[in-house]
């Protein structure tokens, strides 16, 4: 127990942060060229943020939550995902008596029980964006925009662009209905689950996984058949913009997304890969989802990507991760006078930008040397007996072998 982490957890090790840091770096970068911010909300929030937010039909709120009592009795819970929190904030700070829109972006931890499997873990990290107080199409293909340039930034190529638009409180209720007459029939097939669905939220049982129910929907009519005007010209626009951008997609009607909160676009990159899970982005548009939680009629739009998804991806498509460099000094020393003299021009060495590390294990000046090569350091800088003497040091390039020698009063130049 003691040194097993929980399942469906992951250590994140020396050689692999390094791609973690690459990643998003990255992200962060492309944010900033659109002209996003970053906002950081706390890795728990009360239960009911989530459940109101995400919904109470969705797989997430009914099975998925790492919920608690705290010691004072108040229902908490880890954040499943980043957006509710984010509304959240946005409307408890009032960010949006700020000059809209508000564009955040959040690099976050997300918790949720699952089945343990490839790709799906129970913490997880998600990179996510969300443009508040613009219900223009123009925001639903910023923000596409963004999340493709990101995944193909990161080298990824095997990607697919899914659209579909999942309507609105207007026209959604028709689809509801014809949904209903469609399934009635075929109500007894269904998974326990979709039963419940059937009465509270058919939609859902569109998205759902069993294969029973899949087979059952195959001829289910589609939410695109049902759209009303405005969601239409919307989605439309969303398309032609799309267009103008060089962003090619596919529609594909049966995205339903698995959270309650998206109105009009929905969308998901997919990599066109054989991959169980091949879901490395999803997000959408959510008009009412700050007016539900208690905030002004503000209309948003964003995206969650999956760090772990795109890095398995990355991997999977054999991507070039730039290179690590090892450090660039090691100082192999040669008794205590050596080491003293070791400590100070490493000081001045990092001052300056370069990494320097001494030897910490009391190794031989052999053992030294072989050190340098197993952590891949640039060159070594000798000090010996006789460096300390005349207060110089010898500096060997590990790749040539070749060795100068300065005065120790010269390692700033370095
Ligand atoms: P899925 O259909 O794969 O369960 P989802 O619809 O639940 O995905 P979202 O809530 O939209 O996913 O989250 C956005 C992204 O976060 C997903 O596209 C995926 O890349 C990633 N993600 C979701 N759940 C997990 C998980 N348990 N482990 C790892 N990544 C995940
Ligand atoms: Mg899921």
């Given amino acids: 127990m003691l040194t097993k982490a929980p399942k469906g957890t992951k250590d994140i090790l020396p050689g692999q942060s390094s791609k973690w840091q690459y990643v998003e770096g990255l992200f962060r970068d492309i944010c900033r060229t659109y002209g996003f911010e970053e906002i950081r909300t706390p890795m728990f929030e009360h239960t009911e943020l989530f459940v109101r937010g995400v919904g109470d039909t969705t797989d997430v709120v009914e099975k998925q939550m790492y919920s608690f009592d705290d010691l004072a009795g108040r229902n908490i819970t880890l954040k499943p995902e ?25 690099i976050t931890a997300c918790f949720r029980y699952e089945k343990m499997q490839k790709g799906r873990y129970r913490q997880f990290h998600q990179m996510g964006v969300e443009i508040f107080g613009s219900e223009s199409p123009m925001a639903d293909a910023e923000v596409i925009s963004l999340a493709k340039d990101m995944l193909e930034k990161s080298g990824m190529k095997e990607l697919e662009l899914r659209l579909n638009s999942v309507g609105c409180p207007e026209c959604r ?28 939220n058919p939609m859902r049982i569109l998205d759902c996984k069993n294969e029973n129910c899949r087979r059952l929907v195959e001829n289910a009519p589609l939410m ?15 398309k032609e913009l799309l267009g103008e951008m060089g962003i090619t997609f596919v529609i594909d009607p049966w995205i339903v997304r698995g959270l309650d909160y998206y109105t009009k676009t929905a969308f998901e990159f997919v990599s066109t890969r054989e991959m169980a899970q091949g879901t490395v982005c999803g997000g959408g548009r959510y008009d009412h989802l700050v007016e539900q939680l208690g905030g002004p009629g503000v209309p948003g739009v964003g995206f969650g990507m999956g760090e ?10 054999k991507a070039a991760f730039p290179v690590t460099e090892g450090v660039d000094y090691l100082l192999v020393t040669m008794g205590e006078r050596a080491r003293k003299m070791a400590v100070k021009i490493a000081g001045r060495l990092r001052k300056n930008g370069r990494s320097a590390v001494c030897d910490m294990m009391d190794r031989s000046f052999k053992n030294q040397m072989k050190y340098a090569n197993k952590i891949g350091a640039a060159k070594v800088i000798i000090l010996g007996e006789d460096e300390v003497e005349k207060g110089i040091c010898s500096i060997k390039d590990m790749k040539t072998g070749e060795q100068v020698t300065i005065s120790a009063d010269h390692v700033d130049n370095l």
């Fill in 82 to 106: 980043g957006t509710s929190p984010a509304v959240r904030a946005f409307i408890e700070n009032g960010l949006y008596a700020q000059a809209q829109p508000t564009k955040l972006y959040y």
């Fill in 173 to 200: 209720p028709r689809h509801r209905e014809a949904l209903k007459d469609f399934l009635r029939d075929r109500y007894e097939q269904l998974c326990e689950t979709c039963k419940g669905r059937y009465e509270k």
């Fill in 224 to 238: 695109l058949d049902y759209l009303c005007d405005d969601c239409r010209a919307h989605f439309e626009k969303v």
């Fill in 308 to 317: 772990e998804r795109l890095l398995l991806l990355l991997e999977e498509e």
